[in-house]
């Protein structure tokens, strides 16, 4: 038997996929599962490494009837085969990679053994598995103007998220933007909202119900108490969320109209703004588009993004803001 990484983690697939007798597994249906995780294996190969592993492990072969079924023997001592498939490492790594900081600190705690592990088998087959160079042909690039995430204190994030996690309060010190001391609060973590860079917890202060946005980064220092928060009655993230409370949702939906260069609005043919979206081009060359959207800060800032390539038509008061902002703003560079 060859013992490169890549036959050992397809000998350890194939035993992992063998059921305890009476179970059994085809060599086909082993192989299957083998091409499904990258590796490069056909049928006579698997039965192969099946007879060749039946001379270590107590493996069982049923030959009376094709195709033959594999079992573990049923009398064989109990023992697990610790590992996960490429498809588990990718997951994995993904996660750690992209939710790290959304995640319980605990939980990633508990985690890191199979981060490491993930890690160290993608690495292995670095070269041999092409699931294995996925984190080398894939990148997530941000909308907007790229900026550096502000530094948030570990200790202070990972008793926020056990706050959050057992619903207990915590008492904080905060520096409010702009100034030079520190405010101490009784809070009661509701929520953990990530907008591009920055992180948010929710929350409420003592007994006082109205709901508090607090930059993480600012919170200077945190203490997890035994006492249960006090939670809004009906409080949901979501609901709040659709507020409006960071710019993003709101309730509030408009027939919107505006008036693109082919340039600046070609893109709304594949990624429209609403279902009921509708572009017609204009005799001027421009596309005329309309949708029903929800009028937030975060329309204005995307509409501002494109300068004098767009007209907005309606609404009306969203017009006039737009207008406003570019007269100030051309004021300032004239």
């Known amino acids: 038997m060859s013992f490169t990484p890549e036959t050992l983690l397809r000998h350890w697939q194939t035993l992992r996929r063998v059921p305890r007798y009476p179970q059994k597994i085809t060599a086909g249906d082993i192989c299957q599962h083998l091409q ?21 492990f107590p493996l ?19 023992f697990d085969l610790p590992g996960m498939s490429m ?49 080398d042909k894939v990148r997530i690039i941000p909308p907007t103007q790229p900026l550096l995430a502000p530094q948030v204190d570990e200790t202070v994030l990972s008793v926020l998220q056990e706050g959050l996690l057992q619903n207990h309060q915590c008492v904080i010190t905060y520096q409010r933007r702009g100034t030079d001391g520190e405010d101490e609060y009784l809070i009661n ?16 202060i003592k007994t006082y119900s109205d709901l508090r946005i607090l930059a993480i980064h600012r919170v200077q220092s945190a203490i997890l108490l035994d006492t249960p928060s006090k939670q809004p009655e009906g409080f949901s993230l979501d609901a709040y969320l659709a507020t409006g409370a960071f710019g993003w949702m ?41 949708a029903t959207i929800q009028q937030n800060h975060q ?34 560079y004239g």
């Open 36 to 56: 499904n995780e990258n590796f490069k294996v056909g049928k006579r190969t698997v039965e192969r490494d099946l007879q060749a592993l039946s001379r270590i």
């Open 60 to 78: 069982l072969v049923d030959e009376r009837a094709k195709p033959y079924g594999w079992s573990w023997d049923r009398e064989a001592a109990a």
């Open 87 to 135: 498809s588990e490492c990718l997951t994995v790594m993904m996660a750690k990679k992209h939710l790290s900081t959304v995640m319980p600190a605990s939980t990633l705690t508990q985690m890191a053994p199979y981060f490491r592990q993930a890690e160290q088998k993608l690495n292995a087959l670095s070269g041999h598995s092409s699931l294995a160079s996925w984190f």
């Open 189 to 204: 973590p509701l929520g953990l909202v990530q907008r591009g860079v920055m992180l948010y917890l929710v929350c409420t």
């Open 250 to 290: 709101s309730d509030l939906t408009v027939p919107f109209e505006a008036l693109f260069t082919p340039e600046a609005g070609n893109h709304l043919y594949e990624t429209p703004l609403s279902e009921d979206q509708a572009i017609t081009l204009q005799e001027d060359g421009r596309l005329k588009v309309t």
């Open 299 to 332: 329309l204005v800032w995307w509409l501002l993004g494109f300068g004098d390539d767009v007209e907005v038509v309606a609404p009306l008061d969203l017009r006039a803001r737009i207008a406003e902002k570019l007269r100030l703003a051309a004021s300032r």
